[in-house]
């Protein structure tokens, strides 16, 4: 069955810090991978996709099929990137399963 | 800009009554979800529709079940509301593709008491 793992509910780091947010999946077929992002009183959004390789907000991640991973990482957090972060798996049918979230705090 | 538009912010519905969650999107998408997200548990999809009356069960839909008539609009029903389905509830729209982004409603909170 597909699924989107995120081990981490709750992520701190100061400000400068550099942050990593796990995300691993399982999923048979080749899959395509995002990140969204949730601030606070704020929609859902896309912050990046694994097919466009592109960096946003100074967030990159790279999709490791052999370790089944898309961790998402930023060199040095700003405290506007306090927000929670889902990682999300899109299969065939174009169903989008989502993790659990993680909930990045950063710190002045 | 694509709008989701949800038709209530926040709900307060008694068990057993059932309950209609409206969504709207004005970018002629194919493609529309419901989800619902609770803390710990993140964001669980519970029916998507990628066609106008076509619907597809995601991993949570039993207590619910949706409605397509027109492209624009995808509704989600709760026959009979229960404590356990008190939660924030997502409307998604996306054009077809693998690798289209979703764009999400502001939600509804629903609260069953």
């Known amino acids: 069955a597909q699924r989107v793992t995120q081990p981490e509910k709750l992520l701190s780091v100061f400000k400068g810090a550099p942050v990593e947010l796990k995300c691993n999946y399982s999923?048979?077929?080749?899959?395509?991978l995002f990140w969204y992002v949730q601030y606070s009183r704020q929609r859902l959004q896309l912050l990046l996709r694994?097919?466009s390789r592109e960096s946003i907000k100074g967030f990159t991640a790279d999709l490791n099929k052999g370790e089944t991973s898309f961790h998402l990482k930023k060199p040095f957090a700003q405290e506007e990137d306090s927000a929670m972060y889902y990682c999300a798996l899109r299969h065939n049918t174009d169903k989008l399963i989502f993790g659990t979230g993680t909930r990045l705090q950063v710190f002045p | 800009d694509v709008k989701v538009t949800q038709s209530s912010r926040y709900l307060v519905k008694r068990t057993g009554e059932k309950v209609f969650l409206e969504c709207v999107q004005d970018m002629d998408h194919e493609n529309m979800f419901w989800y619902r997200q609770d803390p710990g548990l993140g964001l669980r999809l519970i029916y998507f529709s990628y066609d106008v009356k076509m619907k597809e069960k995601g991993d949570i839909p039993e207590g619910y079940s949706v409605s397509r008539e027109k492209k624009e609009r995808f509704s989600l029903i709760l026959e009979s509301a229960s404590t356990n389905q008190t939660s924030m509830y997502l409307c998604a729209s996306s054009p077809p593709g693998r690798d289209e982004k979703l764009f999400f409603g502001s939600g509804t909170q629903l609260s069953v008491l």
């Open positions: 694994h097919i």
């Open positions: 999923y048979s077929g080749s899959p395509e």
